[in-house]
T-cell receptor, first 113, second 114 residues
Framework: GDSVTQMEGPVTLSEEAFLTINCTYTATGYPSLFWYVQYPGEGLQLLLKATKADDKGSNKGFEATYRKETTSFHLEKGSVQVSDSAVYFCAFVSGGSNYKLTFGKGTLLTVNP | DSGVTQTPKHLITATGQRVTLRCSPRSGDLSVYWYQQSLDQGLQFLIQYYNGEERAKGNILERFSAQQFPDLHSELNLSSLELGDSALYFC?????????????FGPGTRLLVL
């Protein structure tokens, strides 16, 4: 069935370090891919998305490329900040009549000054 | 601010009780989705409404039900509550249905069943 496998955390980095959070998916059809971020005590915010193969989503210095051949959508940022500390969720919407989001388990990122 | 509002923010109740969670979608959005976030199950899709009609069901228990009203706000009703229903319940909305639509999430309602 549909699923997302996301790098398990927690991930702890120093400020200005490089970040990669791995995400692979198993989906029916040709999904749209998303990264959502959840800051402490808040709801989910869309971070970036990609809707077709080789598309690169980007926002706030974060990037992820839709890799159909490897069914992956890894999140990267070149230089993290303390304010990036949050839980990051990889997710997709696949085809058919149900446009629900299927989420990974989330990766907790802590950035230390 | 996503434009999606949810009330109440927190809810504490006892086992066996019934509660109603409310969601107002972004202005103009026709689709509403409900999700449950718990430590053991993660984020799980419960149910979707589109323009007043139920469109899809996920892992929603029979004790739970939802509806979307003509003004497009939605309510999620949880009855015969059990300890395991304690979770964060999110509502999301999107303009339409489809692969290209982005779902925008509300701040959630935190339910604690004692």
């Amino acid at each position: 069935g549909d699923s997302v496998t996301q790098m398990e955390g927690p991930v702890t980095l120093s400020e200005e370090a490089f970040l990669t959070i791995n995400c692979t998916y198993t989906a029916t059809g040709y999904p749209s891919l998303f990264w959502y971020v959840q800051y402490p005590g808040e709801g989910l915010q869309l971070l970036l998305k990609a809707t077709k193969a080789d598309d690169k989503g980007s926002n706030k210095g974060f990037e992820a490329t839709y890799r159909k051949e490897t069914t992956s959508f890894h999140l990267e940022k070149g230089s993290v900040q303390v304010s990036d500390s949050a839980v990051y969720f990889c997710a997709f919407v696949s085809g058919g009549s149900n446009y629900k989001l299927t989420f990974g388990k989330g990766t907790l990122l802590t950035v230390n000054p | 601010d996503s434009g999606v509002t949810q009330t109440p923010k927190h809810l504490i109740t006892a086992t066996g009780q019934r509660v109603t969670l409310r969601c107002s979608p972004r202005s103009g959005d026709l689709s509403v989705y409900w999700y449950q976030q718990s430590l053991d199950q993660g984020l799980q899709f419960l149910i979707q409404y589109y323009n007043g009609e139920e469109r899809a069901k996920g892992n929603i228990l029979e004790r739970f039900s939802a509806q979307q009203f003509p003004d497009l706000h939605s309510e999620l009703n949880l009855s015969s509550l059990e300890l395991g229903d304690s979770a964060l319940y999110f509502c999301a909305s999107s303009a339409d249905r489809g692969l290209l639509e982005t779902q925008y999430f509300g701040p959630g309602t935190r339910l604690l069943v004692l």
